[in-house]
């Protein structure tokens, strides 16, 4: 079946301007997260959803980010006002169960590339 | 709070050598679970095992295999006899149970060389 997908897989902005990052879960996956990677580093957790909802928007790094979920599907992350330090891998992951588990694997999808210039 | 530490940024073996990939963690909870995935040039992250905190036996899967030791908070990965297939830049990350995300640390490239 199909896996996490992202959009664009790529994206140039310029400094200032706004981005919006797709994020097409697993279907039936009720959790969803995202994370950000930096070059040559780890994965930085900036949010999840469970449903509709994000009890844990504790990792978005200011308030240029934010992020929204519908339908219990797709969610889009937008970056207002882009950086040059904003420039990084996103990446999305989804997981099965109703209530986030340790238990459940989180399958991630390909990630976009943000190059801020 | 939760860190995961791996402190060999890059590796580089030789094919059909063996390598291990230290990973560090430390957390105060009792029941955590830890992971390994694995991200090949192709930029996707590719789940490899989880273990829970309860279970310390050591775990082989074909060319792999697992150390968990709760003594020292170290849960390696060795891989043998390694190919080229295998370079890519491998993540081990901690999760608490519950709603939590997962913790990563900052990843080891691996370079495999024929």
């Known amino acids: 079946g199909a896996g996490v997908s992202q959009s664009p897989s790529n994206k140039v902005t310029e400094k200032g301007k706004d981005v919006e990052l797709r994020c097409d879960p697993i279907s039936g996956h009720t959790a969803l997260y995202w994370y950000r990677q930096r070059l040559g580093q780890g994965l930085e957790f900036l949010i999840y959803?469970?449903?509709?909802?994000?009890?844990?928007k504790s990792g978005l790094p200011s308030d240029r980010f934010s992020a929204e979920r519908t339908g219990e599907s797709v969610s889009t992350l937008t970056i207002q006002r882009t950086q040059q330090e904003d420039s990084a891998v996103y990446l999305c992951a989804s997981s099965l169960a109703p209530i986030p588990s340790s238990l459940d694997e989180q399958f991630f999808g390909p990630g976009t590339r943000l190059t801020v210039l | 709070a939760q860190k995961v530490t791996q402190a060999q940024t890059e590796i580089s073996v030789v094919e059909k050598e063996d390598v291990t990939l230290d990973c560090v963690y430390e957390?105060?909870?009792?029941?955590?679970?830890l992971f390994w995935y694995k991200q090949p040039p192709s930029g996707e992250l590719v789940f490899l095992i989880r273990?829970?905190?309860?279970?310390?036996q050591n775990e082989i899967s074909g060319r792999y295999s697992w150390n968990f030791q709760k003594s020292t908070s170290s849960f390696n990965f060795t891989i043998t006899a390694s190919q080229v297939v295998d370079s890519a830049v491998y993540f081990c990350a901690l999760i608490l149970s519950g709603n939590t995300p997962l913790v990563f640390g900052k990843g080891t490239r691996l370079s495999v060389i024929a």
């Open positions: 273990r829970n905190s309860f279970d310390e």
């Open positions: 957390t105060r909870d009792t029941t955590y679970y």
């Open positions: 959803f469970q449903g509709n909802s994000a009890p844990d």
